[in-house]
Every structure is written in C-alpha cells, then in structure tokens.
C-alpha cells in the first residue's frame, strides 16, 4: 500500500482528465451517432452510400492508429489545437460509427405505423425521427449503449500515446518509477475503472428501469 499512499495524489489527479475525456467521448458520440445513424436510413441513396462508407472506413481503422491519424491530421490542416482536444475528437469519432449502428438497429426497431403515422401527419423525415422514432429507440439501444461507453472509458488510456497524462498512465508512469509494487499499482488502476464502469452501468440500468415504467 506504501506505493499507492506515496504517489495517491499524482495518480488520481489524472482522473479529471479521464473524466472529461470520457464525458467529451459520450456526449460527443452520442450526438454525431445520432446524426449518422438517420444519414444512414436517409432516403437518398447517395447519403446512405456516403455515410455508409464512413463508418465502414473508421470501423476499418484500429482505435491507436485513429489517434495517431487525428493528431497529426489537425497538426497538417493547420489547426493548433492540444493533445487532449485531438484524443477528444478521436474518441468521440471512433466511438460514434460504432453508436450509429446500435441507434440504426434502435431505429429498425420501432413500429413501422408509427413512422407512417407522423409522415402522414406532416412531419419531415428529420422531424419524424427526432420526435417519434429516436426517443422509443432510446430504450431499446441502452443496453448496447451502456456497453460501448463502458468500453469508451476504458480506452481514454490509449490517448497517453500522443502524450495526456490520465489516469492510467500516471499509473504506469508512477510504477516504472518505483519498480517494486507493479502488482498493487496496477491492481489499484483496476479497482478504480471498475467503480467508474459499475457506477456507469447502475445509472444506464436506472435509466433502462424507469423507461420501462
């Protein structure tokens, strides 16, 4: 325990920048998930097509070298922006392709009379799916849902390869120096993401119960 009480205060600091990593990855995604997700049950095929190949493209990509790609592709664009806002849009990117499919599959889900109901009552498309289909598929994507953003929080670590220094990498930083407790460190970094994790999934369940009501 020694190691841990020694080095608590720099280890746990990096939290905040897992933290928002993490909540810049949800919102992020959730939000560019949704709009891919209706580009891609669009009506024109060119859209559907185009988005499509996006998601297909990104989902081609491993998450490290889709860090990597959006670091250096802001730096050439001529945008100078910090490591911690590359590895945001990274994570939220990524992430999103994958929120596209789970909220399309949601969307599939819902009872074709509803769509036809709200169409023959004058809504467009886009106004059909922001008030009818996407609020009843919300609840049956949570599932699903909660799954990939666990996953998300987890892989705000990989983002110490373009140098933000979160949790997980204080951690390792913290055990390369000490050299003699890699068992308790890295214990201690589990014990920690599985109460971020479980936390996240009570609120996701929480949520999926009283929907249900």
Same mark, same amino acid.
């Given at each position: 325990?020694?190691?841990? %009480?020694?080095?608590?205060?720099?280890?746990?600091?990096?939290? $905040?920048?897992?933290? @928002?990593? @993490?909540?810049?990855?949800?919102?992020?995604?959730?939000? +560019?998930?949704?709009? %891919? &997700? !209706?580009?891609?049950?669009?009506?024109?095929?060119?859209?559907? +097509?185009?988005?499509?190949?996006?998601? #297909?493209?990104?989902?081609?990509?491993?998450?490290?070298?889709?860090?990597? /790609?959006?670091? /250096?592709?802001?730096?050439? =664009?001529?945008?100078?922006?910090?490591?911690?806002?590359?590895?945001?849009?990274?994570?939220?990117?990524?992430?999103? *392709?994958? *929120? &596209?499919?789970?909220?399309?599959?949601?969307?599939?889900?819902?009872?074709?009379?509803?769509?036809? @109901?709200?169409? &023959?009552?004058?809504?467009?498309?886009?106004?059909?799916?922001?008030?009818?289909?996407?609020?009843? &598929?919300?609840?049956?994507?949570?599932?699903? +849902?909660?799954? #990939?953003?666990?996953?998300?929080?987890? #892989?705000?670590? %990989?983002?110490?390869?373009?140098?933000?220094?979160? /949790?997980?990498?204080?951690?390792?930083? !913290?055990?390369? $120096?000490?050299?003699?407790?890699?068992?308790?460190?890295?214990?201690?970094?589990?014990? *920690?993401? /599985?109460?971020?994790?479980?936390? =996240?999934?009570?609120?996701?369940?929480?949520?999926? +119960?009283?929907?249900?009501?």
């Amino acid at each position: 325990m020694s190691a841990i %009480l020694n080095n608590w205060e720099y280890m746990v600091s990096g939290l $905040r920048y897992t933290f @928002a990593l @993490a909540l810049i990855g949800i919102v992020g995604s959730f939000l +560019l998930g949704c709009a %891919l &997700a !209706t580009l891609r049950l669009s009506p024109w095929l060119p859209v559907r +097509l185009a988005t499509k190949a996006f998601i #297909e493209l990104v989902r081609s990509v491993p998450l490290l070298l889709f860090i990597f /790609f959006t670091y /250096f592709l802001m730096t050439e =664009l001529g945008y100078n922006v910090s490591a911690f806002t590359s590895g945001s849009i990274a994570l939220a990117v990524f992430t999103s *392709v994958y *929120v &596209a499919e789970i909220i399309r599959s949601g969307i599939l889900g819902v009872h074709p009379g509803h769509v036809e @109901a709200a169409r &023959a009552s004058g809504l467009s498309y886009l106004q059909t799916m922001r008030h009818v289909v996407l609020p009843q &598929a919300v609840r049956r994507m949570m599932p699903s +849902l909660s799954s #990939e953003f666990i996953m998300l929080i987890k #892989e705000t670590s %990989l983002v110490s390869v373009i140098g933000v220094q979160e /949790f997980y990498t204080r951690v390792s930083i !913290t055990n390369a $120096r000490v050299l003699v407790h890699p068992f308790e460190l890295l214990a201690f970094a589990a014990v *920690v993401y /599985f109460c971020i994790c479980f936390v =996240l999934s009570l609120v996701a369940r929480r949520y999926e +119960l009283r929907s249900d009501i």
